[in-house]
């Protein structure tokens, strides 16, 4: 069965303090691999698609890598506007339908 | 702003009340996609539809009721829920290549519908 574990449950950071998070996952084929940020009480907002083993994907202070096991989410020089909860999702490649297997999400808080 | 709306944002309902959840999206998009969160935990899919088809239904239980009425609208029927059945309801939308690539899981989701049940 596919799963998807994320690291750390909760980061706290001061603005300016980069760090990473990790995505551990297992699946039978990889079609895609998603990062998603997800405001409180808001909908997913999709961030990156991965594809394939040394991709990288970069927006504004984020930047995403992929190995054959597990992901990074970088984030570099955080601000207070990123904190929130990042998701990571997976696709089967047996999947035809856009069916994700979410990991539970890294709570991101970033302190002035 | 999200593409894909979601009304109502807010709904309290008792055991016994029917009511409807209501999303659409006008990007084109021809995979429409319900998933059920709760609070502190990832989004778990309830149905996907594809080209106004139902595709998968994750062994919903029958007091949700889901319907397409065309490509850009999408509904969930709701009757005799139960306590545990309080959750922010999530609607989304992807694209489709088409055949034979697969719909992509580039999701675009609503802000939802945070649903309670007393």
């Known amino acids: 069965e596919d799963q998807v574990t994320q690291s750390p449950e909760a980061l706290r950071l001061q603005e300016g303090e980069s760090s990473s998070l990790n995505c551990s996952y297992t699946?039978?084929?990889?079609?895609?691999l998603f990062w998603y940020r997800q405001d409180p009480g808001k909908g997913p907002e999709f961030l990156f698609t991965?594809?394939?083993a040394g991709e990288e994907k970069e927006k504004e202070r984020l930047k995403a890598t992929l190995t054959k096991k597990e992901s990074f989410l970088h984030i570099t020089a955080p601000k207070p506007e990123d904190s929130a909860t990042y998701l990571c999702?997976?696709?089967?490649?047996?999947?035809?339908?856009?069916?994700?297997?979410f990991g539970a999400g890294t709570q991101v808080v970033v302190t002035p | 702003d999200t593409e894909v709306t979601q009304t109502p944002k807010h709904l309290v309902m008792g055991m016994t009340n029917k009511k409807s959840l209501k999303c659409e999206q006008h990007?084109?998009?021809?995979?429409m996609y319900w998933y059920k969160q709760k609070a502190k935990k990832p989004p778990e899919l309830m149905f996907v539809?594809?080209?106004?088809?139902?595709?998968i239904n994750e062994s919903v239980p029958s007091r949700f009721s889901p319907e397409c009425p065309n490509s850009s609208l999408l509904n969930l029927h709701l009757h005799a829920l139960q306590p545990e059945d309080s959750a922010l309801y999530l609607c989304?939308?992807?694209?489709?290549?088409?055949?034979?690539?697969?719909?992509?899981?580039?999701?675009?989701f609503g802000e939802g519908s945070r649903l309670t049940v007393l």
């Open positions: 699946v039978s084929g990889l079609r895609g």
């Open positions: 991965l594809y394939s």
């Open positions: 999702a997976v696709q089967a490649q047996t999947d035809s339908w856009g069916k994700l297997q």
């Open positions: 539809y594809s080209y106004e088809k139902l595709s």
């Open positions: 989304a939308s992807s694209q489709h290549p088409g055949q034979p690539v697969p719909h992509t899981g580039e999701l675009f």
């Open positions: 990007m084109g998009h021809r995979a």
